[in-house]
């Protein structure tokens, strides 16, 4: 088994996610992730200063504005955002990353392998787990 596979049974077996980029458009996969996750009885957070709540659910701004530590970060919004983010990432002590297609970029890489963080991209937790 490489580490991406097995990074990402660990992650699948963390019942605790932030999901970073979250939206309330049932069409994108920030909405459907969470929703899957949700629904799989994973304790699910949503992360985006765009909204305070998303079905009644509070949506939280930041990483650390979560009212608890989260095992596993999926990453769903675009590289810029990536970068800055693995910074919060990190300072949260965080050890895990699930960057979905297209929130990725050399930068965002070269970033997140120069850390401790336990990471997987190229692949969607939403596929993973229909």
């Keep these: 088994m490489d580490l991406f596979e097995k990074y990402k049974k660990e992650m699948l077996d963390k019942k605790i996610w932030a999901i970073v980029g979250v939206t309330e458009n049932k069409e994108r996969f920030g909405y459907k992730i969470w929703k899957l996750l ?3 009885g994973y304790n699910v957070y949503g992360v985006n200063p765009k909204y305070s709540e998303i079905e ?4 939280y701004k930041t990483l650390a504005d979560l009212p608890e530590k989260v095992e596993v ?3 769903i919004v675009n590289p810029k955002i990536s970068l800055l983010l693995l910074d919060e990432i990190e ?3 965080i050890e895990y990353a699930w960057f979905q297609p ?8 070269d970033k ?3 850390t401790d963080l336990k990471f997987v991209y190229h692949e969607c937790v939403y596929a993973e787990l229909k």
């Design 38 to 40: 949700r629904d799989r």
């Design 102 to 109: 297209g929130s990725l970029d050399e930068d965002v890489l």
């Design 73 to 75: 970060v999926n990453v």
């Design 112 to 114: 997140a392998e120069s």
């Design 91 to 93: 300072k949260q002590g």
């Design 56 to 59: 009644g659910e509070k949506i």
